[in-house]
């Protein structure tokens, strides 16, 4: 059997989740079968991968229509694949048009929708209504769609009520339990600015609204005054959200020490490191699928505060390996809170509770990552997949 994949995020070129993604299933599924890679960006050196640059004449378009001119080169390539197998909006139009053009089956693995992130239209413009087609499209015409979590089943099916529900299927995100793991290194911690010898609320990810990072810089003003904020955060999606995350962080520093503002991708011993010497993880995204983050801090043995959302609550047991912030949400698939207000206070109450007992919150860090190690491992997650591709032959 031949899979050919398709992705925007391949190494070396990752900035989220989906890339993280996909990279350990490559490599997992690789163990017995022939998989093509199909990436956006610079050439690649690894074998049976191959990169696409944005044509010359769409050098200066819409990003969602030099997104389509890779996808066209992409598509034309595929001739010979036993299956296609495409990943976020910006790859799904090569595999729609890879099973029109040539026939072949196409698995969509769903790790966001659309309609769920409304506010890309500030970041794409006009490009959004496009970047919706084509998943909307894509998906209701993929032989098989892969969720990443229940939630995110439900909320596919929500969205795209034309899709045939016996053809979506819910198969995790999974963790590299080799090389995330507790890794204790003070003096990288101590470099970055951060003081391992404090208590710390340790947040990773990309600046966007659906992280949810506005609400927990509030949130971090009603904590102890001894508690740090570490903030691996980068990659803002747009000048507006920058500047207001910035503004908020700046007034915090103002108000409180502790407050560590990492801006760029941190190599993964050094963010291993950061989870390690912290106390707590916060995810407070209002929009999350699944949350490779949660499992990354798991596998370090380190507690998850996170948001009773989308694929959250199957990641993190509360109680267990950490709790649950809950949340009442508007309707209009913002994911923005009913009250800002209430969910700001309940952030920073729980954080605050796990804080207080530091016993506790170890205990809760070492059942993460027995947790992780039991549902989330890679192995796990290609022969599921594997499952799916041989049952469209």
Same mark, same amino acid.
């Given at each position: 059997?031949?899979?050919?994949?398709?992705?925007?995020?391949?190494?070396? +070129?990752?900035? &989220?989740?989906?890339? *993280?993604?996909?990279?350990?299933?490559?490599?997992?599924?690789?163990?017995?079968?022939?998989?093509?890679? /199909?990436?956006?960006?610079?050439?690649?050196?690894?074998?049976?991968?191959?990169?696409?640059?944005?044509?010359?004449?769409?050098?200066?378009?819409?990003?969602?229509?030099?997104?389509?001119?890779?996808?066209?080169?992409?598509?034309?390539?595929?001739?010979?694949?036993?299956?296609?197998?495409?990943?976020?909006?910006?790859?799904?139009?090569? &595999?729609?048009?890879?099973?029109?053009?040539?026939?072949?089956?196409?698995? #969509?693995?769903?790790?966001?929708?659309?309609?769920?992130?409304?506010?890309?239209?500030?970041?794409?413009?006009? &490009?959004?209504?496009?970047?919706?087609?084509?998943?909307?499209?894509?998906? +209701?015409?993929?032989?098989?769609?892969?969720?990443?979590?229940?939630?995110?089943?439900?909320?596919?099916?929500?969205?795209?009520?034309?899709?045939?529900?016996?053809?979506?299927?819910?198969?995790?995100?999974?963790?590299?339990?080799?090389?995330?793991?507790?890794?204790?290194?003070?003096?990288?911690?101590?470099?970055?600015?951060?003081?391992?010898?404090?208590?710390?609320?340790?947040?990773?990810?990309?600046?966007?609204?659906?992280?949810?990072?506005?609400?927990?810089?509030?949130?971090?003003?009603?904590?102890?005054?001894?508690?740090?904020? *570490?903030?691996?955060?980068?990659?803002?999606?747009?000048?507006?959200?920058?500047?207001?995350?910035?503004?908020? *962080?700046?007034?915090?520093?103002?108000?409180?020490?502790?407050? *560590?503002?990492?801006? /760029?991708?941190?190599?993964?011993?050094?963010?291993?490191?950061?989870?390690?010497?912290?106390?707590?993880?916060?995810?407070?995204?209002?929009?999350?699928?699944? &949350?490779?983050?949660?499992?990354?801090?798991?596998?370090?043995?380190?507690?998850?505060?996170?948001?009773?959302?989308?694929?959250?609550?199957?990641? #993190?047991?509360?109680?267990?390996?950490?709790?649950?912030?809950?949340?009442?949400?508007?309707?209009?698939?913002?994911?923005?809170?009913?009250?800002?207000?209430?969910?700001?206070?309940?952030?920073?109450?729980?954080?605050?509770?796990?804080?207080?007992?530091?016993?506790?919150?170890?205990?809760?860090?070492?059942?993460?990552?027995?947790?992780?190690? +039991?549902?989330?491992?890679?192995?796990?997650?290609?022969?599921?997949?594997?499952?799916?591709?041989?049952?469209?032959?």
């Amino acid at each position: 059997m031949r899979v050919d994949l398709l992705t925007k995020e391949y190494p070396p +070129e990752i900035y &989220g989740g989906a890339g *993280v993604h996909v990279a350990e299933l490559v490599k997992a599924l690789r163990t017995d079968i022939d998989v093509t890679v /199909r990436c956006f960006g610079a050439p690649r050196s690894e074998a049976d991968t191959f990169a696409y640059g944005v044509p010359a004449e769409l050098a200066e378009a819409n990003a969602t229509l030099t997104t389509l001119g890779v996808d066209l080169q992409m598509a034309q390539d595929v001739q010979g694949a036993d299956v296609v197998h495409s990943h976020t909006w910006y790859a799904n139009g090569a &595999g729609h048009i890879a099973k029109l053009l040539h026939g072949v089956p196409h698995v #969509v693995t769903a790790h966001s929708l659309e309609p769920l992130r409304p506010w890309k239209a500030e970041q794409l413009g006009g &490009g959004y209504r496009v970047s919706s087609w084509i998943e909307k499209t894509a998906f +209701e015409a993929a032989d098989a769609v892969i969720a990443v979590s229940g939630g995110m089943r439900a909320d596919i099916l929500r969205s795209y009520p034309a899709l045939d529900a016996s053809r979506v299927h819910v198969v995790y995100n999974g963790i590299d339990l080799d090389r995330w793991k507790p890794t204790t290194d003070d003096d990288v911690v101590r470099a970055l600015g951060i003081d391992p010898d404090r208590p710390s609320v340790v947040f990773v990810g990309r600046i966007t609204r659906q992280k949810g990072l506005p609400y927990l810089l509030r949130a971090a003003a009603l904590l102890p005054p001894e508690v740090q904020l *570490v903030l691996c955060a980068g990659a803002p999606d747009t000048p507006g959200i920058l500047a207001e995350v910035t503004e908020l *962080v700046e007034a915090l520093q103002r108000e409180r020490s502790g407050v *560590v503002w990492i801006d /760029r991708l941190l190599p993964q011993h050094e963010l291993s490191a950061v989870l390690t010497a912290g106390t707590v993880f916060v995810c407070p995204s209002v929009y999350e699928p699944l &949350g490779i983050v949660n499992l990354e801090a798991m596998a370090c043995g380190l507690p998850v505060v996170g948001t009773a959302t989308g694929g959250i609550p199957e990641v #993190v047991a509360d109680g267990v390996t950490g709790r649950l912030v809950p949340i009442d949400q508007l309707s209009d698939g913002t994911g923005t809170p009913t009250d800002p207000a209430v969910f700001v206070a309940d952030l920073a109450r729980t954080l605050t509770e796990v804080l207080a007992d530091p016993a506790l919150a170890a205990e809760m860090g070492r059942a993460g990552r027995v947790r992780a190690e +039991e549902m989330f491992s890679w192995g796990q997650i290609a022969a599921s997949t594997r499952e799916i591709y041989a049952s469209l032959l």
